[in-house]
């Protein structure tokens, strides 16, 4: 286990108390929101340029929307207004065998040691997946900056799990030995 995926179990784990969020929240030891909210999107943005790396190859044609296109889609009507993972095919795409609708990135650790507790992220999965699923017309997967145990998988059995492994994770790399997330 890397530093940083023993810090994001910490962190769940301190998430799982009674106030855990406000205290965790609170703490500088623990990074602050603005900077979790960076990583999350450092993540989101090595995601992207992944897949559009992975289907340069395909048509011309847009073969997936991030969340911010989405969203701008959404406020303009062109789109009905629904949940937003950071990914949504415009068709199923398969992955690792599966037909795949959407992605939503991670940037923790998915643990299935607190996958029951939805007062936070890991036992928010799968209620998360059900929504993306029934929206989107399809399952989707769950991709996570630290890496994930392959018992969570058999919790959130609605979604794909997959680690950020071939993604470029320079920037999100960078910025966190650079502060504390």
């Known amino acids: 286990m890397t530093l940083h995926q023993a810090l ?6 301190l998430r799982s108390f009674p106030n855990g969020m406000k205290r965790m929240n609170q703490s500088k030891a623990m990074g602050s ?5 960076e990583i ?3 993540l989101e943005e090595a995601l992207a340029a992944y897949l559009k790396s992975a289907f340069k ?4 044609e847009n073969i997936f929307f991030t969340e911010s296109e989405l969203l701008t889609q959404m406020k303009m009507g062109a789109r009905a207004r629904g949940p937003t993972p950071d990914i949504v ?7 690792n065998g599966r037909l795949v609708k959407w992605i939503d990135a991670k940037m923790y650790y998915g643990s299935a040691t607190y996958s029951k ?7 928010k999965l799968r ?3 059900d929504r993306y699923n029934d929206f989107y ?3 989707g997967a769950f991709v996570f900056g630290q890496g994930f145990c392959a018992s969570l998988q058999d919790i959130v059995s609605n979604a794909l799990l997959l680690d950020a492994t071939p993604m470029d994770m320079t920037a999100v790399h960078a910025f966190q030995e650079n502060s504390f997330v």
């Open 89 to 95: 095919f415009l068709r199923s795409v398969e992955i």
């Open 127 to 129: 209620g998360i997946a």
């Open 137 to 139: 017309g399809g399952q």
């Open 57 to 60: 190859h395909q048509s011309d």
């Open 33 to 37: 929101n603005v900077g979790q909210q």
């Open 40 to 42: 999350a999107r450092l």
């Open 8 to 13: 994001s179990m910490r962190r769940t784990m």
């Open 117 to 123: 507790n939805k007062r936070i992220p890991n036992g």
